[in-house]
């Protein structure tokens, strides 16, 4: 298999891709973190003393996807038309799922950015609630789907 980020010697490089045509790009994501029946309960009525979760966990997504290019060597610093971040509350399985929507018209992938927005939310709730639930745990990070550049249009099969 011919890796991107690999050049002709096995070190890690930058992929260069000045020579690729913008195209429109959109990525989603998910992630969901899963708690104790009575954290998700104090979420939901807004008991959580540090704030309105969700609204800073929406807001730290966005914020995070905007970085994504810091805390990943290899991706590039892209400009990003649209960052979102939705919640889903699962009271049967007290869990929060995350999902993230990003766009942009650029050479390159924009699914780091949407990975990073669903991670970052979730890390935000886990922050914002710790003092109540230390045992709250983070799982399903992945891309849900991709569309635009070469590769072309990618959907996630259901759970494997």
Known sequence: MNLSHIDENGNVQMV????????????????????KKETLEAIIS???????????AKVAGIMGAKKTSELIPMCHNIFISKIDVEF???KKNNSIEIFSLAKT???TGIEMEALTAASISALTIYDMCKAMDKGMEISEVYLMEKSGG???HYI?????
């Open 150 to 152: 070469k590769s072309g």
């Open 46 to 56: 807004g008991k959580i003393t540090k704030g309105n979760v969700l609204t800073t």
């Open 105 to 107: 018209e650029s050479q």
């Open 88 to 90: 889903k509350i699962d």
């Open 16 to 35: 260069d891709v000045s020579q690729k045509k913008s195209t429109l790009r959109i990525a989603k994501a998910h992630a969901k973190i899963t708690m």
């Open 156 to 160: 996630r099969e259901e759970k494997r």
